[in-house]
């Protein structure tokens, strides 16, 4: 298995990350406007992010629109998020969680994704990877001008 890691400085505390990061899933509006690839997102049990819960999201990746549910398994509030997707993302995607950390009077703000297969998935679908990769970093950079700019 290989994660893929995302990290980016944002300049306020990693409290007010985690707030601005359950903002961006608390409505799809909010969340359309975080990455222009973003298409849709409802909860479909329980409040955002809390342990159990299941989001339901929809994105375009590699010109291909994907569907996922995402159950929440970890939530300690101002510091980590973590998830498991459900099938069939999880056949290649099987979890990711999203990482908050002080960094002086600013956050790194950590997301990550696991893929299984690692060595063999990356050889036959390596722009896919590529894909994700920079998908990720654009909403670490688009979630710190929003967050920031908020601020």
Same mark, same amino acid.
């Given at each position: 298995m290989?994660?893929?890691?995302?990290?980016?400085?944002?300049?306020?505390?990693?409290?007010k990350v985690?707030?601005?990061?359950?903002?961006?899933?608390?409505?799809q509006e909010n969340y359309i406007n975080w990455?222009?690839?973003?298409?849709?997102?409802?909860?479909?049990?329980?409040?955002?992010?809390?342990?159990?819960s299941v989001l339901y999201c929809e994105e375009t990746l590699h010109g291909e629109s994907h569907s996922m549910k995402m159950?929440?398994?970890t939530?300690?509030?101002g510091k980590r998020i973590e998830y498991n997707l459900s099938f069939p993302m999880s056949i290649i995607c099987? @979890?990711?969680?999203?990482?908050? /950390? *002080?960094?002086?009077?600013?956050?790194?703000f950590t997301a990550?994704?696991?893929i299984r297969f690692g060595w063999l998935f990356q050889l036959f679908f390596e722009n896919r990877i590529k894909a994700l990769a920079t998908h990720m970093k654009e909403e670490g950079i688009?979630? @710190?001008?929003?967050?920031?700019? /908020? *601020?």
């Open positions: 290989i994660t893929l890691r995302d990290s980016i400085e944002i300049k306020i505390s990693p409290d985690y707030s601005g990061l359950i903002k961006m899933f608390s409505s990455h222009k690839d973003h298409t849709a997102c409802r909860w479909i049990k329980g409040q955002p992010f809390e342990i159990g159950r929440c398994t939530n300690i509030v099987p @979890k990711g969680s999203f990482i908050m /950390e *002080t960094k002086k009077k600013s956050s790194i990550t994704i696991s688009n979630l @710190k001008k929003i967050l920031e700019k /908020e *601020t």
